[in-house]
């Protein structure tokens, strides 16, 4: 079966900055409720001491965004530390699935809420993800992958890619009285990315 359009952009766009040495594995969502949302497990490397998770399929459904300005396509990812257990299928094990998880449920949220997501938003939680004390998610830029890595050219259109970062319920509050660049400043005093190695 041929994969839609948006799916080759991305896998064109992973060509240019990945290799026949980097491995990629793809967590194919063998049933969707809505759109077709796959994973990509990019494994760590020598040079990338991290896990990165993808999503490919968001950007088949596009945004009504309030401003023209602000992008109709986007895809998320997350990074994680380089031993995060995922071999074997332990990444179907709750405490490793749910970034995962994260990153389906809120490629979905705008579609099942009639809404959007960009940069700086903040999605709260009922309750903490599982095995965290994690009670929100933001959306931001990674200072980690590069500018160019972080938007997908498809067609002539620019598919977004943001990084989901979680909170913790003192950071989301932080973040409301604050803003978003106080509570970047916050994170960026506590190491951004020591919250992983919490969980």
């Known amino acids: 079966m041929a994969l839609p359009k948006y799916f080759e952009a991305i896998e064109n ?16 969502e063998i049933e969707s409720p809505d759109f077709h949302l796959d994973i990509y497990w990019i ?20 945004f009504e965004t309030p401003d023209k300005s602000l992008s109709k396509y986007i895809e998320l990812c997350i990074l994680l530390p380089p031993d995060w257990d995922m071999e074997n299928d332990n ?34 939680r009922t309750e903490p ?5 994690f009670m929100a998610t933001i959306l931001l830029k990674s200072i980690t992958l590069s500018d160019d890595f972080q ?11 943001y990084l989901l970062f979680p909170l913790f319920s003192e950071e989301l509050e932080y973040k409301k009285i604050n803003g978003t660049d106080k509570l970047l400043e916050l994170l960026e005093k506590e190491k951004l ?7």
């Open 13 to 28: 766009h992973l060509d240019k900055y990945f290799n026949e040495n980097d491995e990629i594995m793809v967590i194919d």
């Open 43 to 62: 494994k760590p490397n020598k040079n990338r001491n991290y896990t990165l998770l993808l999503s490919n399929g968001i950007s088949s459904m596009p």
């Open 91 to 124: 990444w179907k094990k709750s405490n490793n699935y749910w970034p995962i998880g994260l990153i389906k449920s809120l490629g979905r949220y705008p579609s099942e809420n009639n809404t959007w997501l960009g940069y700086g938003h903040t999605i709260p």
């Open 129 to 133: 993800m599982t095995g965290t004390n």
């Open 151 to 161: 938007k997908i050219k498809y067609g002539k259109k620019t598919i977004e890619v």
């Open 193 to 199: 990315g020591i919250h992983m190695t919490q969980v």
